[in-house]
């Protein structure tokens, strides 16, 4: 199938007075025979000119070279004007997360206050994650290909050249060994080129926490409509994975602004308004890596032969294994000479005390919670498993110490629950959160899932329509 052209219709017309014909208007008068005779020469020579313009006008494009640098640095205001004689466009974004691959296409159309409306968007998932074809990056093509056939199908053909591509990689990969990750990312790029859509430089890559924390505020405050209502308040986010969390808001105090750390404000444009945004990620503190610093462990060193991490967060009847990272551990609960609970709850503390900034203005903010915080409510009952529901803080503490007393009584199908809620309850404590504070958890919004990817969508499309206007 060939390549159309991106926004063709837009290009500029030729300047009619550079014409060839146009020379002749000063030149001096000949006889009508002589000028008879050359019509035929001037109309072949016409003929030509448009040939040329209509195969210049047509001629299939190559890839797009497109450099996005740091977020802070991009104005995100040209939303959708990539093809803006098309009332429809469409965005693709492909996460690369730790445990799976998963395609975002979203359906837009165009609006006159330039945020763009949220038609549709179809998702779909792979299992495992890229990071499994760590040692064959040849063995994860069929299944990026099957993904991107379901953008095919999405799209009407007529659009494929001008809607953006995009795969960001999260802590999944940054885990691996650079030269490992580096080469799935290639093999990755490689079938991105092969395809039918607009790519760039910045196409394939990792994504650092702080921006992964923006996107996903960016997705929240968009689905809630508060990015176009002033009348409305922005939604703080907390978002918990395996290897990372990341806490980002909307600071209403200049005191905030003025006051936290270096490099935990970022500051962009988006629909026409500026946001200064406090966002941090704290890389190593996600639940699975939390696990294995909890337990004693080291991120990616191994155990020696017949060794095993020993933990307060279980009984000593337990043993079991935990895999991260490509690593299996061999665990062992220990003796305590008092609640579990109490035991879990220090070793947690010496863990993570000290560790995250707390911010003043938190009790004061509503906030959104995903991923694991919604997950792990989900396993203690604390939510309905599909439609998600509202919870204070001290309601992860009270699951945690009911399943640490549970564990005591008789290990359980979920030896890790006590230890994930334990860690969850002064994680939130030591970021500044009271136990009264209510917290939303959501997968959807409108149902909309509530991932980074909608934000990167928008940002990335914008980088594109700069490169191009």
Known sequence: ?????????????????????????????????????????????????????????????????????????????????????????????????????????????????????LDHEEFRALKPGLSSYADNPLKCAPGINELLDIAKKEIPQNLWASTPLVLKATAGLRLLPGEKAQKLLDMVRELFKAS?????????????????????????????????????????????????????????????????PPGYITEFELFHNTYSLYSHSYLGYGLMSARLAIMGGEEGKALKEGEELVTSCLTPEHKTEFKHAEITYKIKGQKNDEPLYVSCYKRVLAVLGGKVERSKEIPNLFFYAFSYYYDRAVDAHLIDPELGGS????????????????????????????????????????????????????????????????????YYTSIMNKQHL
Not at 26 to 43: D, Q, T, W, Y
Not at 199 to 216: P, Y
Not at 220 to 225: A, I, K, S
Not at 434 to 445: D, G, Q, R, S, T
């Open 196 to 260: 039918p859509f607009l790519i760039g430089k910045d196409s394939v890559s990792i994504m650092n926490g702080t921006d992964e924390g923006i996107f996903a505020w960016i997705t929240v405050n968009f689905l809630t409509g508060s990015l176009t209502s002033h009348e409305k308040k922005h939604s703080g986010m907390l978002d918990l994975g395996g290897g990372s969390t990341q806490i980002t808001f909307y600071p209403y105090s200049k005191n905030t602004l003025t006051s936290s």
């Open 391 to 458: 919870l204070k803080v001290k309601d992860f503490d009270m699951a945690a110490k009911k399943e640490c007393k549970l564990i005591e009584e008789a290990p359980g199908e979920k030896p890790f629950l006590c230890m994930d809620l334990t860690y969850i309850t002064v994680l939130l404590q030591e970021s500044g959160f009271p136990v009264e504070k209510e917290l939303k958890l959501a997968k959807k919004i409108n149902d909309v899932e509530t991932s980074w990817a909608l934000g990167a969508t928008f």
């Open 1 to 117: 199938m060939p390549y159309l052209p991106l926004a063709a219709e837009e290009r500029a017309e030729w300047d009619s007075g550079s014409q060839p014909l146009a020379r002749n208007s000063n030149r001096e008068k000949k006889p009508l025979i002589m000028k008879i005779g050359r019509l035929p020469c001037v109309l072949l020579f016409v003929l030509c000119v448009v040939l040329f313009i209509t195969y210049i006008k047509w001629k299939p494009r190559k890839e797009q070279a497109l450099d996005s640098s740091d977020l802070q640095s991009k104005d995100t205001n040209d939303i959708g004007r990539l093809s803006s004689k098309n009332e429809i466009f469409y965005g693709i974004m492909f996460d690369a997360g730790s445990t799976g691959t998963r395609i975002h296409v979203y359906q837009f159309s165009r609006t006159p206050s330039g945020a763009p409306n």
